[in-house]
């Protein structure tokens, strides 16, 4: 046996062709992320570093990965999210040398034992999708922190869990926050987010979306592209928010706006996409139709308040895949999806691969970066550099065959002036 499959800790490795297959498809479509591939390969920037990469483990990601190695670095992965793992993609990444702790429907106790597992690798560098790895390090792997030389973090709810410990001052190395990168929420969290929500949404129900009552909960980058597809699907949107400015902003883009409360009456779909806590929770439950199909976008499963449904309702079972019913005693139904987790990658295959080649070549351009600038860095959470973000627009657009005016000199000159 191979000493990388050795060393993993996963369900099957026969399942390797068929994670093969998903990965070249992907790889077709990631014309960006080739690019930087090609350029690593020879460049060799991670050249005898280790990275442990923690993110939604399906083909987009083992590209990512793959493009890391190529660079030079010996790769572990785990998982982001015990429901996303796609087992047949960690088999062919085991394959292929890249050590990967993660399976499918892992338990709270296994998905945290992965984390660990992956950790055992000791990374100069991480990439963390939600801060996971991120706090484990910090909590529990504390003899890392000399090790770990920096690391990217994807998502928004990460960012807002790395700007937490850099103001208390216990953060131990640099982080980049991936996700406040132009290139990252114009496109992944509204585009990416908005088709592959409705993706999920529509594979799992198999339910028509035009003339329902769709309620989406945050209007943020994520909730402003789910929000914007129901409507393409025919749908009536309502907009749930806490920032005056953003329910504005939804009122102005045409969606009634108003509280959870008066919304849980008349929702058919309910979305949360907030990264808050208990968006859905008893006394919106209780006044729903029956019905109702709720899930949640969210990064973590904590939006609908699965704990209070439960005690709720008096009885529970599993109607299709992906699909839990509560019955509540006045004999109404209402449906979750995807146990309040993702519903885009947990009952999805996550973004298109399109938007993805954008994110994922920031968080390799990112990585880069720490390996050639990270020592002049200190322990806080840093923005993509702009000339990176720059980098991946203009690479996004000669792979579409897009040409786009300059400046001129006279232009520059106007726009730096003051006194004309
Ligand atoms: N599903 C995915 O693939 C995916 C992709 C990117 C980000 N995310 C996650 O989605 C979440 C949102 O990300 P974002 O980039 O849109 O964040 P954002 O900060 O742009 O937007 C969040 C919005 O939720 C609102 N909000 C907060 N509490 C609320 C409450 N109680 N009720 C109603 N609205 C509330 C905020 O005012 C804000 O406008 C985060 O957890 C992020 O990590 C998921």
Redesign the pocket.
């Known amino acids: 046996m191979d000493s990388t499959e050795n060393r993993s800790t996963i369900r099957d490795i026969s399942l390797a062709p068929q994670g093969e297959r998903k990965i070249d498809w992907v790889a077709n479509h990631m014309p960006v992320l080739n690019a930087l591939r090609a350029e690593f390969e020879k460049e060799q920037p991670f050249a005898g570093k280790r990275a442990v990469i923690c993110l939604h483990l399906e083909a987009k990601t083992a590209y990512l990965a793959r493009t890391i190695r190529a660079g030079g670095a010996e790769v572990a992965v785990a998982a982001s999210n015990p429901l996303s793992t796609q087992d047949d993609v960690v088999a062919a990444l085991v394959q292929r040398g890249i050590e990967a702790h993660a399976w499918h429907g892992a338990t709270d106790a296994e998905y945290r034992r992965h984390i660990q597992q992956a950790l055992d690798f000791e990374p100069d560098y991480i990439i963390d999708d ?1 801060g996971d790895l991120v706090t484990t390090i910090h909590r529990e792997r504390r003899e890392l922190l000399t090790r770990v030389k920096g690391g990217a973090e994807e ?4 960012i807002l869990r790395l700007r937490a410990m850099d103001r208390d001052g216990e953060l131990g190395f640099p982080m980049i926050a991936v ?1 406040d990168a132009e290139c990252k ?1 114009l496109f ?2 509204r585009y ?2 908005g088709q ?2 409705w993706d999920g949404i529509m594979r799992t129900t198999n339910l028509v979306v035009a003339g329902k009552t769709v309620v989406v ?8 592209g789910v929000a914007l597809r129901a409507k393409g699907l025919g749908a009536r949107i309502i907009v ?4 005056a400015i ?1 329910a504005n902003e939804a009122w102005m883009d045409g969606f009634e706006v108003m509280p ?1 409360l008066e919304a849980a009456q008349v929702g058919d779909v309910f979305i949360t ?4 806590r ?2 859905i929770r008893a006394q919106h439950f209780e006044v729903m139709k029956s019905g109702a199909i709720l899930c949640n ?4 499963d904590v939006e609908v308040n699965r704990v209070e449904l439960a005690a709720l309702a008096s009885s529970q079972r599993v109607v299709r895949p992906n699909i839990e019913e509560f019955v509540f005693s006045d004999g109404r139904k209402v449906y979750l999806l995807a146990e309040g987790r ?4 947990a009952a999805g295959d ?2 298109p691969a399109e938007v993805m080649d954008m994110t994922f070549a920031l968080q390799a351009l990112s990585l880069r970066y720490l390996a050639e600038h990270g020592a002049e860095l200190g322990q806080h959470v840093y923005r993509v550099p702009e000339e990176i973000d720059q980098t991946v627009a203009n690479l996004r657009l000669s792979s579409l065959g897009l040409r786009i005016d300059a400046l001129t000199p006279e232009q520059k000159a106007y726009l730096a002036a003051w006194h004309e």
């Not at 998502?155 to 990460?158: A, E, L, V, Y």
């Not at 909960?217 to 402003?224: D, E, L, S, T, V």
């Not at 993702?342 to 990658?345: A, E, R």
């Open positions: 939600g998502t928004t709810t990460g996700n929420y992944d969290n990416g987010t592959s929500v909960a945050g209007y943020g980058w994520c909730g402003k749930c928010e806490v920032n953003k959870m996409v907030t990264g808050n208990d968006i976008a969210g990064h973590f993702l519903v885009n990658l996550g973004h």
